[in-house]
């Protein structure tokens, strides 16, 4: 009953959120910029007032993007302070905690699903750090670049990237999502600021 209860009052919350950052969407319209909504059910909701008190303003829904839209939500969501890039840049302008031996040609040698469980579970990837992905059908991987995507982990198993629009999807869901029957994402380097942490 308790456990009903809970899931009653946190859909409740949800639709408040997002009412709310639809309102502010509203009014930042004219601005182009946009407050991620319809997420609510997908996050703590303490992070989602937080996004909201910190007037978390997000950029463009475009898939260039994903890397400015990782250090930005790391930075005002986790407090840390990545030096920007673009994705297949962040690694060495940052620090690289561990980095695969992908091979762009043939698609092998990503972080495996069992690695990254286990470095979730060790801490080594922890809320705030980034993850470089290959993604095949990016038009930045004509140099046979080993990154061309960032996302960002927040915590339960969950990632948030912007990939063609915003989106937070669980672990699993990297190694089983396809494009046209084929993979899309595949894990290669783990990402943490160069140092500075902001307070």
Not at 53 to 78: D, H, M, S, W
Not at 84 to 109: C, D, I, M, Q
Not at 119 to 148: A, C, D, M, W
Request: proline letters at 5%.
């Amino acid at each position: 009953m308790l456990k009903r209860t809970l899931q009653t009052i946190g859909r409740i919350q949800t639709r408040l959120i997002n009412s709310k950052i639809k309102r502010t969407n509203a009014k930042n319209k004219k601005k182009g910029v946009e407050l991620v909504y319809a997420q609510a059910e997908q996050l703590p909701v303490k992070n989602i007032f937080r996004s909201i008190k910190n007037g978390l303003v997000l950029n463009p829904n475009k898939p260039e993007y994903c890397a400015a839209y990782a250090t930005r939500i790391a930075k005002q969501l986790f407090k840390k302070e990545y030096v920007r890039a673009h994705a297949w840049e962040l690694a060495y302008k940052n620090r690289v905690t561990y980095e695969s031996r992908f091979n762009p040609k043939t698609l092998k040698g990503e972080l495996t699903k069992r690695q990254l469980d286990l470095f979730i579970e060790r801490e080594v990837i922890k809320p705030g750090t980034i993850l470089g992905v290959y993604y095949p059908q990016s038009g930045y991987n004509h140099t046979q670049r080993r990154v061309t995507h960032a996302m960002l982990y927040i915590g339960e198993g969950k990632f948030w990237h912007n990939f063609y629009g915003p989106k937070i999807i669980a672990l699993q869901e990297i190694y089983s999502t396809k494009e046209k029957g084929k993979r899309v994402l595949y894990p290669v380097q783990i990402i943490e600021p160069k140092g500075t942490i902001l307070k």
